[in-house]
């Protein structure tokens, strides 16, 4: 019997998760609610006096507290969750591969179908405000590293617990929307802070009462969160009763 | 097509210098539930049945030998290894769950090419289309295994099992949805597997079903082995035991009378026009009752075994009684 690579294993994972977690039901109910920034985009780009700093203020609390976040959860969570809820869990776990490589598989079929779900919507919105490229490059690179960030943690979250799409949205509404926005050491442990404080610092906008880390300690802190959650996810995914 | 084994080139000769399935003391609770009770026995190559009633304990044992879930108190082994910590002895387990469920926006071809891939089979393509013609499936089906009947899913679940073709092959309840003629194929490909020196376990609740799956047999009943051995030992030792029947007849007090006189039944009560009969000569009582009815000039209605059900065999084998 052949090995299987782990990054194969990945592969093979993610080919298989995908097409468990693209259903035309998710796929309507998730472009519709990426209209409502669109929406948003298009009006504050003609109704407001400084463009770029409510654009930018949008972006931050609409876009990257909520659509990203929430959108990550739905599909995230269900990448490894559904599978136990539902029993085909073994399916996966009992194979001759690696558990990083079910988990990095998961990860990346979340990720996928997450990314052009919030990507799209979000540099419409941000096209829409009117307001120079600047904005737009802030928002397409803060989007995709809020939503690899926020696909890891809501991949645990579908391993840690029943109704995780509740739990989430407990998460998103109470600590990354509104704790993290008002609370400086809250948004030190939040997505929301790091992402904000990208597209504040790649923006030049200034929000005083801010957390604001530099760009660069930002997408560090982003990428250890995938890390650390990957992490912990294996190893939940190790001690896991498989039903 | 007659069922074989699948395709020898990725199987590799492996002596077993240790038992292919080794369970020593096992035992599992969930909070205080025991649904495992110090549970040991070993199996080598060859067809053994599992019976067990529902809840008996027979899924969680599956899941403890293939490590999805650890046993609470002692050592469940797979070809000398712990499947939930040693990576590759779970290529070479083939498992077909009981549970009815499937990444159900796959193909059965999907499906099963998945599970070959993932067990890293040389050649998944050929080894696929193997397993599905083995289970009788369509290999060309462009229908979504979320469509399929439970036999058909069942199927699916059997070929994804078979593909990697495994030493140790655990199925729990694989015959539940399948048609007679396709449950005597696959007791016959079960067979033929477990001649090729591949170690196969299967779990049934249906006691006749089990007579024709294994020679070896392992009842286990409330978490607990209740008995293991041979299965024409264990008949032997149930028809020793008397059996309880119910005929329902126009003539009972005369068909009653002609069973006793004929020394076919023990005992017997009468009902109005039930008849409530013990007998230790059960296949004596199958084989003349309806000529004796015939020579009464009676009516049979109904004849109802009262004490077949798995919970009379188990009692009996846990209880004695």
């Given at each position: 019997?052949?090995?299987?690579?782990?990054?194969?294993?990945?592969?093979?994972?993610?080919?298989?998760?995908?097409?468990?977690?693209?259903?035309?039901?998710?796929?309507?109910?998730?472009?519709?609610?990426?209209?409502?920034?669109?929406?948003?985009?298009?009006?504050?780009?003609?109704?407001?006096?400084?463009?770029?700093?409510?654009?930018?203020?949008?972006?931050?609390?609409?876009?990257?507290?909520?659509?990203?976040?929430?959108?990550?959860?739905?599909?995230?969570?269900?990448?490894?969750?559904?599978?136990?809820?539902?029993?085909?869990?073994?399916?996966?776990?009992?194979?001759?591969?690696?558990?990083?490589?079910?988990?990095?598989?998961?990860?990346?079929?979340?990720?996928?179908?997450?990314?052009?779900?919030?990507?799209?919507?979000?540099?419409?919105?941000?096209?829409?405000?009117?307001?120079?490229?600047?904005?737009?490059?802030?928002?397409?690179?803060?989007?995709?590293?809020?939503?690899?960030?926020?696909?890891?943690?809501?991949?645990?979250?579908?391993?840690?617990?029943?109704?995780?799409?509740?739990?989430?949205?407990?998460?998103?509404?109470?600590?990354?929307?509104?704790?993290?926005?008002?609370?400086?050491?809250?948004?030190?442990?939040?997505?929301?802070?790091?992402?904000?404080?990208?597209?504040?610092?790649?923006?030049?906008?200034?929000?005083?009462?801010?957390?604001?880390?530099?760009?660069?300690?930002?997408?560090?802190?982003?990428?250890?969160?995938?890390?650390?959650?990957?992490?912990?996810?294996?190893?939940?995914?190790?001690?896991?009763?498989?039903? | 097509?007659?069922?074989?084994?699948?395709?020898?080139?990725?199987?590799?000769?492996?002596?077993?210098?240790?038992?292919?399935?080794?369970?020593?003391?096992?035992?599992?609770?969930?909070?205080?539930?025991?649904?495992?009770?110090?549970?040991?026995?070993?199996?080598?190559?060859g067809v053994t049945?599992?019976?067990?009633?529902?809840?008996?304990?027979?899924?969680?044992?599956?899941?403890?030998?293939?490590?999805?879930?650890?046993?609470?108190?002692?050592?469940?082994?797979?070809?000398?290894?712990?499947?939930?910590?040693?990576?590759?002895?779970?290529?070479?387990?083939?498992?077909?769950?009981?549970?009815?469920?499937?990444?159900?926006?796959?193909?059965?071809?999907?499906?099963?090419?998945?599970?070959?891939?993932?067990?890293?089979?040389?050649?998944?393509?050929?080894?696929?289309?193997?397993?599905?013609?083995?289970?009788?499936?369509?290999?060309?089906?462009?229908?979504?295994?979320?469509?399929?009947?439970?036999?058909?899913?069942?199927?699916?679940?059997?070929?994804?099992?078979?593909?990697?073709?495994?030493?140790i092959l655990i199925l729990?309840?694989?015959?539940?949805?399948?048609?007679?003629?396709?449950?005597?194929?696959?007791?016959?490909?079960f067979h033929?597997l477990g001649?090729?020196?591949k170690c196969v376990l299967i779990?049934?609740?249906?006691?006749?079903?089990?007579?024709?799956?294994g020679?070896?047999?392992?009842?286990?009943?409330?978490?607990?082995?209740?008995?293991?051995?041979?299965?024409?030992?264990?008949?032997?030792?149930?028809?020793?035991?008397?059996?309880?029947?119910?005929?329902?007849?126009?003539?009972?007090?005369?068909?009653?009378?002609?069973?006793?006189?004929?020394?076919?039944?023990?005992?017997?009560?009468?009902?109005?026009?039930?008849?409530?009969?013990?007998?230790?000569?059960?296949?004596?009582?199958?084989?003349?009752?309806?000529?004796?009815?015939?020579?009464?000039?009676?009516?049979?209605?109904?004849?109802?075994?009262?004490?077949?059900?798995?919970?009379?065999?188990?009692?009996?084998?846990?209880?004695?009684?």
């Open positions: 019997m052949a090995t299987v690579s782990p990054f194969r294993a990945v592969a093979l994972t993610h080919n298989v998760l995908l097409k468990q977690l693209v259903s035309k039901g998710r796929l309507i109910g998730i472009t519709i609610f990426g209209l409502l920034p669109i929406l948003l985009g298009w009006v504050i780009g003609r109704q407001s006096d400084d463009p770029l700093e409510a654009g930018a203020g949008f972006i931050s609390y609409m876009g990257l507290s909520i659509l990203v976040p929430v959108v990550a959860l739905i599909f995230a969570s269900a990448s490894l969750g559904d599978t136990r809820e539902d029993g085909t869990l073994v399916y996966l776990w009992l194979r001759p591969i690696s558990r990083w490589s079910v988990t990095a598989g998961a990860w990346a079929a979340s990720t996928t179908v997450t990314l052009p779900l919030t990507v799209i919507p979000m540099t419409i919105a941000a096209v829409l405000l009117d307001t120079g490229s600047t904005i737009i490059f802030a928002t397409i690179l803060t989007t995709v590293l809020a939503v690899i960030a926020y696909c890891g943690i809501f991949l645990l979250l579908g391993l840690l617990v029943k109704n995780p799409v509740i739990w989430g949205l407990a998460y998103i509404f109470i600590w990354e929307a509104i704790v993290a926005s008002f609370a400086k050491p809250a948004a030190a442990l939040a997505v929301s802070g790091y992402s904000r404080a990208i597209i504040t610092g790649r923006t030049g906008v200034d929000f005083d009462f801010l957390f604001s880390p530099s760009q660069g300690v930002s997408i560090f802190m982003l990428v250890i969160i995938l890390v650390a959650t990957i992490g912990f996810t294996t190893v939940r995914l190790s001690r896991i009763e498989v039903p | 097509m007659s069922p074989q084994p699948p395709p020898p080139p990725q199987s590799q000769a492996v002596n077993h210098p240790v038992n292919m399935i080794e369970v020593s003391r096992a035992s599992k609770s969930f909070g205080n539930v025991v649904a495992v009770s110090d549970v040991s026995f070993q199996l080598n190559a049945a599992l019976l067990g009633p529902n809840g008996a304990g027979k899924s969680t044992l599956f899941r403890m030998l293939c490590g999805l879930t650890t046993p609470t108190a002692g050592t469940v082994k797979v070809l000398g290894r712990d499947a939930r910590q040693d990576t590759p002895v779970r290529g070479k387990i083939g498992l077909s769950p009981q549970q009815d469920a499937l990444f159900d926006r796959l193909t059965a071809y999907e499906f099963v090419e998945i599970a070959a891939k993932t067990h890293g089979v040389e050649n998944p393509k050929t080894a696929t289309n193997y397993a599905l013609t083995l289970v009788d499936l369509d290999t060309e089906t462009e229908k979504n295994v979320g469509s399929f009947s439970k036999g058909m899913r069942q199927r699916v679940k059997l070929a994804a099992a078979l593909v990697n073709d495994p030493e729990d309840e694989p015959l539940s949805g399948l048609d007679p003629v396709q449950r005597n194929r696959m007791i016959e490909l033929n001649s090729q020196g779990s049934s609740h249906i006691l006749d079903e089990v007579t024709r799956i020679s070896e047999v392992l009842v286990i009943a409330q978490g607990r082995l209740a008995a293991s051995g041979d299965y024409r030992s264990l008949r032997t030792l149930m028809e020793d035991q008397p059996h309880v029947i119910q005929i329902n007849t126009n003539g009972a007090r005369e068909l009653g009378a002609a069973l006793l006189r004929k020394e076919i039944i023990d005992g017997v009560t009468i009902e109005d026009e039930t008849l409530n009969i013990t007998t230790t000569k059960i296949d004596l009582l199958g084989r003349s009752i309806a000529s004796i009815a015939r020579e009464l000039d009676v009516s049979l209605i109904e004849v109802t075994p009262m004490d077949d059900d798995l919970e009379s065999v188990f009692r009996y084998l846990i209880e004695g009684r």
